[in-house]
T-cell receptor, first 111, second 109 residues
Framework: ETGVTQSPTHLIKTRGQQVTLRCSSQ?????VSWYQQALGQGPQFIFQYYREEENGRGNFPPRFSGLQFPNYSSELNVNALELDDSALYLC??????????FGDGTRLSIL | QKEVEQNSGPLSVPEGAIASLNCTYS??????FFWYRQYSGKSPELIMS????GDKEDGRFTAQLNKASQYVSLLIRDSQPSDSATYLC?????????FGKGTRLSVIA
């Protein structure tokens, strides 16, 4: 039990739709990172938020966007969904540059 | 392109044996190294972190780091069927975590 909670657990969308995924970081953690994990692959870094500011971004298009709130919870928004966006989306929190701990993830399926 | 390479496996070991998992990385400035365990359908769970050359032991797990060779390994002693999972190597420096694809370990009872 890491204390990082994600919602929803599962989600089914169709191509072109928009989705918002949510993450509550572990108490005391000020850094949140989002990852996309396709089947059989390692997690791929999407972006990181540190004290409400984007603090690094991976090789994902601008239709992937995010927010971090004053309580350090975070959202991942994906617009214009594509079939290849089907994956497990993972949120990880940490204090500063300490090791990251993952939530249980949101499994997104695009039809 | 910063890369982390792992043998995808599956690596099969008998119960009670030592499982050895290996990882190489391309970015020489990497400073922090992690091993995560991921059960099927679950999220990654941090099991070891290592920051300096040498060995670090925690229970049945030993992480080994050789920065000169850009090599990280994880040894699991007295392997149990419950250790069957995918083991992800992750590396960071001045950049966020970069993960390998993972090695699938199967411990046979």
């Amino acid at each position: 039990e890491t204390g990082v909670t994600q919602s929803p657990t599962h989600l089914i969308k169709t191509r072109g739709q928009q989705v918002t995924l949510r993450c509550s970081s572990q108490s005391g953690h000020n850094t949140v990172s989002w990852y996309q994990q396709a089947l059989g692959q390692g997690p791929q870094f999407i972006f990181q938020y540190y004290r409400e500011e984007e603090n690094g971004r991976g090789n994902f298009p601008p239709r992937f966007s995010g927010l971090q709130f004053p309580n350090y919870s975070s959202e991942l928004n994906v617009n214009a969904l594509e079939l290849d966006d089907s994956a497990l989306y993972l949120c990880a929190s940490s204090w500063e540059d300490q090791p990251q701990h993952f939530g249980d993830g949101t499994r997104l399926s695009i039809l | 392109q910063k890369e982390v390479e792992q043998n995808s496996g599956p690596l099969s070991v008998p119960e009670g044996a030592i499982a050895s998992l290996n990882c190489t990385y391309s970015d020489r400035v990497s400073q922090s190294f992690f091993w995560y365990r991921q059960y099927s359908g679950k999220s990654p769970e941090l099991i070891m972190s290592i920051y300096s050359n040498g060995d670090k032991e925690d229970g049945r797990f030993t992480a080994q780091l050789n920065k000169a060779s850009q090599y990280v390994s994880l040894l699991i002693r007295d392997s149990q069927p419950s250790d069957s999972a995918t083991y992800l190597c992750a590396v960071s420096g001045n950049t966020p975590l970069v993960f390998g694809k993972g090695t699938r370990l199967s411990v046979i009872a």
